[in-house]
């Protein structure tokens, strides 16, 4: 069964430094996301993408985030100064229409750690 | 914004007996999702309910949405070990932006 998949599995790195996930989404999927998880809370949205370009957005997703389509098969989510409130379960997730029809399948996640 | 409340928040269960998640939100329901997670792993789909009163199973695992109560329900037949892990209700907030709940976590004891 197609899966999204991410790298790195974890990442450690120092406050300040730029980081970025990668994501492989499902081949047939246009939509793409992003979400978080902070360690003992909820899953959040941050981002989501399609046609190359930013469909919407979260109140946490700042000037510090930004997301691209490099090529055809990758989706990545680049924190430019990582602070240490940044650590957190990232996840990756991809669907073939947007709207209610069509559910998110997510990745298994890279676990981001700022010292 | 949407807020999803579920309840239990955790549960333990003898190998074998039943189970009911609840999923409760503070609007109304457009689109209901369930996915499991296991700890420090993805989020595997489960159910998709769209419709007030649809109802749709996968194995043992039943999942029904009630519109007028703003409310879904998960219910597991005869728990196995394989059942074991977090279930987190997701809504649609609008156009594929989910909104979770905190997430029910479920252990089986065999």
């Known amino acids: 069964e197609p899966e999204v998949t991410q790298t790195p599995s974890h990442q450690v790195t120092q406050m300040g430094q730029e980081v970025i996930l990668r994501c492989v989404p499902i081949?047939?999927?246009?939509?793409f996301y992003w979400y978080r998880q902070i360690l003992g809370q909820k899953v959040e949205f941050l981002v989501s993408?399609?046609?190359?370009?930013?469909?919407?957005k979260s109140e946490i997703f700042d000037d510090q985030f930004s997301v691209e389509r490099p090529d055809g098969s990758n989706f990545t989510l680049k924190i430019r100064s990582t602070k240490l409130e940044d650590s957190a379960m990232y996840f990756c997730?991809?669907?073939?229409?947007?709207?209610?029809?069509?559910?998110?399948?997510f990745g298994n996640g890279t676990r981001l750690t700022v010292t | 914004s949407q807020e999803l409340e579920q309840s239990p928040q955790s549960l333990i269960v003898q190998e074998g007996k039943n189970l009911t998640i609840n999923c409760t939100s503070s609007?109304?329901?457009?689109?209901l999702y369930w996915y499991k997670q296991k700890y420090g792993e993805g989020l595997i789909f489960l159910m998709m309910?769209?419709?007030?009163?649809e109802e749709k199973s996968h194995e043992k695992i039943t999942a029904k949405l009630d519109e007028k109560k703003q409310q879904s329900s998960l219910h597991i037949t005869a728990s196995q070990p394989s059942h074991a892990g977090i279930y987190l209700c997701?809504?649609?907030?609008?156009?594929?932006?989910?909104?979770f709940g905190a997430g029910t976590i479920l252990r089986v004891k065999s």
């Open positions: 997730a991809s669907s073939e229409t947007p709207g209610r029809n069509s559910p998110l399948h």
């Open positions: 081949s047939n999927h246009l939509y």
């Open positions: 993408f399609y046609n190359n370009e930013i469909s919407e």
């Open positions: 609007k109304t329901l457009y689109g």
């Open positions: 309910l769209q419709k007030g009163g």
């Open positions: 997701g809504a649609d907030e609008y156009g594929n932006k989910l909104v």
